[in-house]
């Protein structure tokens, strides 16, 4: 039997220029948010594969967020 392997895709971290409402939280679903050290909020967790991370910082982009990085976490 072969077993597959599951593979949950490649953790990232994304800081935005904007202080979330928290309001607006559940529209970023799975992902950590919180408060960036030097102002700004951090968005961190799992996407799949390269597609999905594009369509999500597109939908940032969209929504008028300014992304200042994104950092793929080890």
Not at 55 to 70: A, E, I, P, R
Request: net charge negative.
């Amino acid at each position: 039997m072969k077993i597959k392997k599951i593979d949950h895709g490649v953790t990232y971290r994304i800081k935005i220029k904007e202080d979330l409402d928290p309001a607006a939280m559940d529209w970023f679903g799975g992902l950590m948010v919180t408060v960036g050290e030097d102002g700004g909020t951090l968005l961190v967790g799992p996407f799949p594969d390269q597609p999905a991370l594009r369509g999500f910082l597109d939908q940032l982009w969209n929504l008028n967020f300014t992304v200042l990085s994104v950092d793929r976490v080890e």
